[in-house]
């Protein structure tokens, strides 16, 4: 009996010992990828920035679900791995970093092909904007292939207009203003105005504004929200000077090395994150901008002739961007004229 005893015992012990390697386990994470973009963490309902922020969480969910948990993607809002700028893009071709969201004004020294979209005055609407950018999404992708990088979204803001502590009807009523300045054409134009460009990084800006470091800032309305850049100044002159564009990077050679399928779940969710950043980001504007007159923000009519004038001290910088680009800047800007029933620039 003692002999039954133990061999019914050690069959026992086998088999707690057996099962728990039976059992069916769950979903494996096999990669992990992490995703860093400047905007603010959003919250359900949130516009702007912080909305934008949602979509790509939801982006990182339609991956990770497509491939069975498999790929893991993280979100860090608000630059929260600490890479800036041009170092998001050093961090992306490194393989620091595996993804990373930039404003195409952030590579303008390395690659300034990529700020096509950032050239003054080149719009004159808002309605011009969905016609331009994809024009020159290919030309700047290729730039960007050049480097080792893909782009998995090209999306703009509206038309980026000055926010600032007191109305700027004119061009003299620019004198005197301290500016953050974030794009190599504002640096050129803003001392022939009057205006201080100082340059900073974009998470430092509020700081600034609320202890006078600077007046104001030329931002679209989307970007006024996300910051909250209303509860610093209640001006906002429409001068409509360009649109940010926005990329999000991925060092090419990471994803070739990714099984197919996560690849395949990448590049289609990622075509439905462009769609949702557009919808977001531009489309979204007129709910946006009278969520920022909400705030108490004062929009101030600029006239056609100021606009001109100020379009007119701008001009010579795309030659100046000419030099830097070359052909293939021509051809980018060429293409984004044809898009809008333009001539061409030369």
């Known amino acids: 009996m003692k002999k039954i005893a133990f061999l019914v015992m050690a069959l026992v012990l086998i088999g707690a010992m057996v099962l728990p390697a039976c059992a069916p386990a769950g979903p494996q994470v096999q990669y992990q990828w992490r995703f860093s973009t400047p905007f603010a963490k959003g919250q359900p309902g949130d516009l702007a920035e912080p909305g934008e922020e949602l979509a790509m969480e939801r982006f990182a969910d339609a991956v990770r679900a497509d491939t069975n ?56 609407s808002n309605e011009n904007i969905p016609k331009a950018l994809p024009a020159m999404r290919p030309h700047i992708e290729a730039a960007l292939a050049a480097r080792g990088l893909a782009n998995l979204a090209h999306w703009p803001h509206a038309m980026s207009s000055l926010i600032s502590n007191k109305p700027v009807r004119t061009i003299e009523d620019w004198q005197g203003l301290k500016l953050r300045a974030w794009s190599g054409a504002q640096n050129m ?20 504004g609320s202890t006078g470091v600077i007046d104001g800032v030329v931002y679209s309305t989307t ?11 209640n001006y906002y002159s ?35 994150l462009n769609e949702e950043l557009w919808d977001i980001g531009f489309y979204g504007a ?37 030099d830097k680009t070359g052909a293939a800047g021509l051809a980018t800007l060429n293409d984004a004229l044809a898009a809008m029933g333009q001539p061409p620039y030369k």
């Open 69 to 124: 948990g498999a790929m893991n993607i993280t979100i860090y809002p608000g630059n929260a791995l600490g890479y800036l700028k041009e170092d998001v893009v050093d961090a992306v071709e490194a393989g620091v970093l595996e993804i990373g969201h930039i404003g195409s004004n952030w590579i303008e020294g390395s690659m300034p092909l990529a700020t096509a979209p950032l050239l003054p005055f080149l719009y004159g």
């Open 223 to 233: 970007s006024v929200l996300g910051m909250k850049l209303y509860e610093l100044w």
């Open 189 to 208: 134009y803003f001392p022939v105005v009057g205006a201080t460009p100082i340059s900073m990084a974009k998470g430092e800006m509020y700081m600034a």
């Open 238 to 272: 429409l001068w409509g000077e360009t649109a940010i564009a926005y990329l999000i990077l991925v060092d090419q050679a990471s994803l070739d090395a990714l099984p197919q399928n996560i690849q395949d779940s990448i590049w289609k969710r990622a075509d439905e």
């Open 286 to 322: 007129e709910e946006v901008a009278a969520a920022v007159k909400a705030q108490g923000v004062e929009f101030i009519p600029v006239s056609a002739e100021e606009v001109a004038r100020l379009r007119a001290i701008t001009s010579s910088f795309y030659d100046d961007w000419l």
